[in-house]
């Protein structure tokens, strides 16, 4: 602990701090961030909500399917959004931030990788790419497992069924949640029976689970991809502590892993692990909060420690 006070307390005036929180709107008080109910969004909006408490902000985090969060962040009804999965969600994208009734504030996460998957079995078995699936189907019962209803992934999927893509025609969708999904992936893995899932790095279920990825769908899900940091049309300049902050904010594959295992499969807090996380990289930390004060225009560094 005395390492940490050093690291983050050692310096207590931050130099060239660019804002002065005191000049926000009053409405920046709180922040609104979506949350689609993701194991690896409960980590970033974790980290931004404990900054922010720490910053004498207040946080609401509504879970909301991915469309809605967008529509509530071109109403102004969302704040900010840390979870749009590129190029997952590039329709989405293209409605509003490309045609800039949303902004962008900054990548917060790269080389992510988000496609259907199988069992390391049924790879070994023949199932290597998308097109594979079809010689397989009796195997799979024609069923494809996907997360909750209205994720761009899911309508992507749901576009190969619909055109016959890959010989898919006929095939069912099944759309439940993040956890629902995996669960089915348990039992199957269990009795060694062929199943087909969305599945997503980073995550824990890599680890958990011996798996392949499908090469072949790079049309609707690319070859590798990242993650943004979204807000409503404007918000930086109105709430430019909150979005200095937000900008800021970068993670790695590593550190969301290892907090979603914490928290998954190691039945932790998810607060907890986030905080211990937190504590044991007081450099990670003190580099979000460059160019950041507290809500009253203080010292960052030294407000969130005294929250930690």
Not at 228 to 252: D, E, H, I, M, S
Request: proline fraction near 3%; charge should be neutral.
């Amino acid at each position: 602990m005395k390492t940490i006070n050093a690291v983050l307390a050692g310096s207590l005036l931050l130099s060239g701090v660019v804002f002065n929180a005191q000049a926000e709107d009053a409405s920046c008080a709180t922040v609104k961030l979506g949350d689609p109910g993701w194991s690896d969004i409960a980590v970033t909006n974790g980290v931004a909500r404990i900054l922010l408490d720490g910053l004498g902000y207040r946080t609401e985090t509504p879970t909301l399917a991915v469309p809605i969060i967008f529509a509530g962040l071109h109403k102004g009804q969302i704040d900010a959004f840390l979870g749009n999965w590129m190029p997952a969600q590039q329709s989405n994208y293209d409605k509003f931030v490309a045609a800039g009734s949303v902004d962008k504030l900054a990548q917060n996460l790269s080389g992510t990788e988000y496609t259907l998957a199988v069992p390391t079995y049924a790879y070994e078995a023949g199932v290597k790419t998308f097109a594979d699936l079809q010689k397989f189907a009796e195997k799979f019962d024609k069923k494809l497992y996907g997360i909750g209803s209205g994720a761009p992934a899911n309508e992507s999927i749901r576009k190969m069924i619909e055109t016959n893509e890959f010989g898919l025609g006929g095939w069912k969708l099944v759309e439940s949640s993040e956890q629902a999904m995996l669960v089915q992936v348990g039992r199957a893995v269990k009795r060694e029976q062929f199943v087909v899932f969305l599945g997503w790095t980073p995550h824990p279920m890599n680890v958990q689970y011996d798996m392949k990825y499908l090469k072949g769908g790079e049309k609707y899900f690319g070859e590798s991809g990242s993650v943004n940091t979204l807000a409503r049309k404007g918000y930086a300049q109105q709430c430019p502590n909150v979005g200095k902050l937000l900008a800021n904010l970068q993670f790695t594959q590593d550190m969301e892993n290892a907090i979603m295992n914490q928290v998954l499969n190691e039945n932790a807090n998810n607060e907890a692990a986030i905080k211990a996380w937190l504590k044991a990289n007081p450099a990670v930390v003190e580099g979000w909060l460059q160019g950041v004060t507290t809500r009253e225009g203080g010292d960052a560094r030294a407000a969130v420690l005294a929250k930690l």
